[in-house]
C-alpha cells in the first residue's frame, strides 16, 4: 500500500531534551516536506526537500532540522525542543515536476513539549 | 498578509444545499491549486487540484479558477453531513512549494 508512515503518532516531552520524528514514503517520491498545523494558522512549511541530500526552509524553521540521506527518509530533529513547539506535525511527499503534483500526507505527529 | 486566503467559517449550509468555499492568493506564479479536506485530528486528503482558468467538475464538486482575479472556489453540490470538515485551499509555486490557506470549516446540518 502506498503510504506515508511517521512514528510516533504522539510525544509528550520536556524543554530541550532532543528528539527525532520519523517519516518514510514508498512512492519513489522525490519531494518531501514537514509542516506544522497550530489552531488559526493552518498548515505551514518547516523544511523541504527535492531530493537527496537537497533540502530547503519553508516559512517556519527555526528550531528544527532535517536531513535526506535516502529518498524514502526524511527525518525531523528538534535539538532542544521548546513549548512553543507543541503543535500537530504532517509530513508529506509527492512526485517532482508535475502540474498536478498531489502531496500525500502522513498520519500526523502530535508533540506536546511542557 | 497570508499568500493564500480563506475565511475561516465555520459556513453552515443544509444537506442537500450547495456549499460555495472560496480563496484568494497573491502569488502570480503559483501555476496550480489544491483542494484538501481534513478531518478533525485527521491528515489532509486531496478532492481536487485545478490549474487552467475555468471549472473542473469531479462527481459533487466543482473547482473554480479565475486567474485574473486571483481566485480559486470549491463548489459543493447536494451537501452531506459527512462533508463536514475544514477544507483547505493551497498554492504550488514553481519552486513546488505548497503554501496552505488557513481552512474553512463548514458544517453541514441535517
Known amino acids: 500500500e502506498a503510504q506515508v508512515t511517521q512514528n510516533p503518532r504522539y510525544l509528550i516531552t520536556v524543554t530541550g531534551k532532543k528528539l527525532t520524528v520519523t517519516c518514510s514514503q514508498n512512492?519513489?517520491?522525490?519531494?518531501m516536506s514537514w509542516y506544522r498545523q497550530d489552531p488559526g494558522l493552518g498548515l505551514r512549511q518547516i523544511y523541504y526537500s527535492m531530493n537527496v541530500e537537497v533540502t530547503d526552509k519553508g516559512d517556519v524553521p527555526e528550531g528544527y532540522k532535517v536531513s535526506r540521506k535516502e529518498k524514502r527518509n526524511f527525518p525531523l530533529i528538534l535539538e532542544s525542543p521548546s513549548p512553543n513547539q507543541t503543535s500537530l506535525y504532517f509530513c508529506a511527499s509527492s512526485p517532482w515536476g508535475k502540474t498536478n503534483n498531489e502531496q500525500f500526507f502522513g498520519p500526523g505527529t502530535r508533540l506536546t513539549v511542557l | 498578509q497570508k499568500e493564500v486566503e480563506q475565511n475561516s467559517g465555520p459556513l453552515s449550509v443544509p444537506e442537500g444545499a450547495i456549499a460555495s468555499l472560496n480563496c484568494t492568493y497573491s502569488?502570480?506564479?503559483?501555476?496550480?491549486f489544491f483542494w484538501y479536506r481534513q478531518y478533525s485530528g485527521k491528515s489532509p486528503e486531496l478532492i481536487m487540484f485545478i490549474y487552467s482558468n475555468g471549472d473542473k467538475e469531479d462527481g459533487r464538486f466543482t473547482a473554480q479558477l479565475n486567474k485574473a482575479s486571483q481566485y480559486v472556489s470549491l463548489l459543493i453540490r447536494d451537501s452531506q453531513p459527512s462533508d463536514s470538515a475544514t477544507y483547505l485551499c493551497a498554492g504550488l509555486t514553481a519552486g513546488n512549494m505548497l503554501t496552505f490557506g488557513g481552512g474553512t470549516r463548514l458544517m453541514v446540518k441535517p
Open positions: 502569488d502570480r506564479g503559483s501555476q496550480s
Open positions: 512512492m519513489n517520491h522525490e519531494y
